[in-house]
Nanobody
């Protein structure tokens, strides 16, 4: 079975940093694009970032561009989301998701498998 485990969330002050991890199992990791989504209470789910299977193509929502960085380590079956200069509006549950494809435009994909989410709270 495909499993995605998101971790690394927590409480951080505005301006602080967190690094989220998405550990995958049960899939050919290097054949999967991985995306990060987030959902805040009362808001629609938002695609935050994604990375193609090779790592050669990435995407960032305008709201996080310049502050977040996505990367992957295919040897560890893990994708990371480094989040810097965090703002209260970044508060949400963050999910990772996978789609088995080598298509590079990861922002156009519909993701098949989802992790359970990790809470990020940015507050003073």
């Amino acid at each position: 079975d495909v499993q995605l485990q998101a971790s690394g969330g927590g409480l951080v002050q505005p301006g602080g940093s967190l690094r989220l991890s998405c550990a995958a199992s049960g899939l050919r990791f290097d054949e999967n694009a991985i995306a990060w989504f987030r959902q805040a209470p009362g808001k629609e789910r938002e695609r935050v970032s994604c990375i193609s299977s090779s790592g050669g193509s990435t995407y960032y929502a305008d709201s996080v561009k310049g502050r977040f960085t996505v990367s992957r380590d295919n040897a560890k079956n893990t994708v990371y989301l480094q989040m810097n200069s965090l703002k209260p509006e970044d508060t949400a549950v963050y999910y990772c998701a996978s789609d088995r494809t080598n298509y590079y435009r990861c922002w156009e994909l519909v993701y098949d498998y989802w992790g359970q989410g990790t809470q990020v709270t940015v507050s003073s």
